[in-house]
């Protein structure tokens, strides 16, 4: 490949409106304030396509789609269980601290241990589905799924993200 193949191959990505990649905190928090805002956290994960981790059909995920999706990621050790460990923990941070943390309202087996059809059951029965569905349209699209992640993502509920948030979200996306 030439010279002038390559700089056209890179100006015409460039023209075409090519997705900037956002990898790290610097590029994510575009106005250098030290903290990425919501704003700036939505259009960095949607340009850098994270939703597909979600793997969005027809660009948005029905009531039993994301919870199948929320259980797989809850799931650390892919065990198609949930323990304790797992469910306390994660279930506050999905549900911005609006849901019961205990996994014993879940567990209709009482054995400590929640599989995806008691999890799936037990979801579809909270307001957690409602909490990501923000325009209440039975569906969460890329956009209210990127606005979701932003409160995952801000641990201390100061609804900016820090640079340390940033490195612990990245880590357990990877």
Same mark, same amino acid.
């Given at each position: 490949?030439?010279?002038?193949?390559?700089?056209?191959?890179?100006?015409?990505?460039?023209?075409?409106?090519?997705?900037k990649v956002y990898s790290d905190y610097a590029t994510w928090d575009?106005?250098?304030?030290?903290?990425?805002?919501?704003?700036?956290?939505?259009?960095?994960?949607?340009?850098?396509?994270?939703?597909?981790?979600?793997?969005?059909?027809? %660009?948005? $995920?029905? #009531?039993?789609? *994301? +919870?199948?999706?929320?259980?797989?990621?809850?799931?650390? &050790?892919?065990?198609? !269980?949930?323990?304790?460990?797992?469910?306390?923990?994660?279930?506050?941070?999905?549900?911005?601290?609006?849901?019961?943390?205990?996994?014993?309202?879940?567990?209709?087996?009482?054995? %400590?241990? $929640?599989? #995806?059809?008691? *999890? +799936?059951?037990?979801?579809?029965?909270?307001?957690?589905? &409602?909490?990501?569905? !923000?325009?209440?349209?039975?569906?969460?699209?890329?956009?209210?799924?990127?606005?979701?992640?932003?409160?995952?993502?801000?641990?201390?509920?100061?609804?900016?993200?820090?640079?340390?948030?940033?490195?612990?979200?990245?880590?357990?996306?990877?």
């Amino acid at each position: 490949m030439n010279i002038f193949s390559v700089v056209a191959t890179v100006f015409f990505a460039t023209a075409c409106g090519a997705p900037k990649v956002y990898s790290d905190y610097a590029t994510w928090d575009r106005n250098t304030d030290k903290g990425i805002q919501r704003s700036e956290f939505v259009d960095s994960y949607l340009a850098n396509n994270n939703a597909k981790n979600w793997q969005l059909e027809s %660009g948005s $995920l029905n #009531r039993l789609k *994301f +919870t199948e999706r929320l259980f797989h990621r809850m799931d650390e &050790n892919n065990s198609g !269980t949930l323990t304790v460990d797992e469910f306390n923990p994660k279930i506050k941070k999905f549900s911005f601290g609006m849901v019961s943390a205990s996994i014993s309202s879940w567990d209709t087996d009482d054995n %400590g241990i $929640l599989v #995806r059809d008691e *999890f +799936t059951a037990a979801a579809s029965k909270s307001k957690l589905f &409602n909490l990501w569905d !923000t325009s209440g349209d039975n569906s969460i699209s890329a956009k209210e799924l990127a606005g979701g992640m932003f409160y995952v993502c801000d641990l201390n509920n100061d609804h900016h993200i820090d640079e340390n948030e940033f490195k612990a979200w990245q880590e357990s996306i990877n």
